[in-house]
């Protein structure tokens, strides 16, 4: 199938993230409030917006930290094979993580990072994920803490692209196909 047509409906408006992602902030904020210092994790490369937006709305001290996983390569379906593209610069043992992920839809790169990352014994280790799609799930993993969650639909913007176009739109949109 040629998939170099296609067509992008607007699903979730920049102003709905905006006001959505403020209150995840609050809730994080207040989950973390007894840390010294929480560990940001956002995966890369589609959360890079999500993370910016959201360290700036935490009530907190942070340190930004990101990993690279991949499932999906150019693809709109997960491979189901876990790539670690780039790991943590630092250490994570004995403190507060947060991993920030752009969509949970199989589960298996979530899955993939959370045992990574709980085999190097963080105190907490807790999720958010602006997107859930759990319609997709083949995985028993879920997000702490969750965007939206959306129907079974491929999706692009505010990080999230399609073959590495349309990560920089403002809103969350469903990509349709045509011929």
């Known amino acids: ?13 920049a102003k709905s993230i905006a006001a959505r992602v403020e209150t995840l902030a609050r809730e994080i904020s207040e989950h973390f ?3 010294d210092k929480l560990v940001v994790v956002g995966l890369l490369r589609g959360s890079f917006i999500f993370i910016a937006d959201l360290v700036r709305e935490l ?22 094979e876990v790539r670690i593209l780039k790991d943590l610069r630092g250490e994570i043992e004995g403190r507060d993580i947060l991993v920030v992920e752009d969509i949970v839809d199989t ?16 105190a907490r280790l807790m999720t958010c994920a602006l997107l859930d ?8 993993v879920s997000a702490d803490w969750i965007g939206f969650e959306i129907p079974d639909e491929f999706v692009v ?11 920089n739109l403002p809103y969350i949109g469903a990509v349709r196909f045509t011929s």
């Open 1 to 13: 199938m040629d998939h170099s047509n296609y067509v992008i409906d607007e699903m979730i408006s």
């Open 59 to 80: 009530d907190l001290p942070v340190e930004v930290d990101f990993l690279e996983a991949s499932s999906y390569g150019n693809s709109t379906e997960s491979s189901r």
């Open 133 to 140: 799609k759990p319609s997709r799930r083949e995985t028993g």
């Open 33 to 35: 409030k007894d840390t």
């Open 107 to 122: 589960g298996h790169t979530l899955d993939h990072v959370l045992h990574l990352l709980e085999s190097r014994k963080p």
């Open 157 to 167: 913007g505010y990080g999230i692209d399609y073959a590495q176009r349309n990560r």
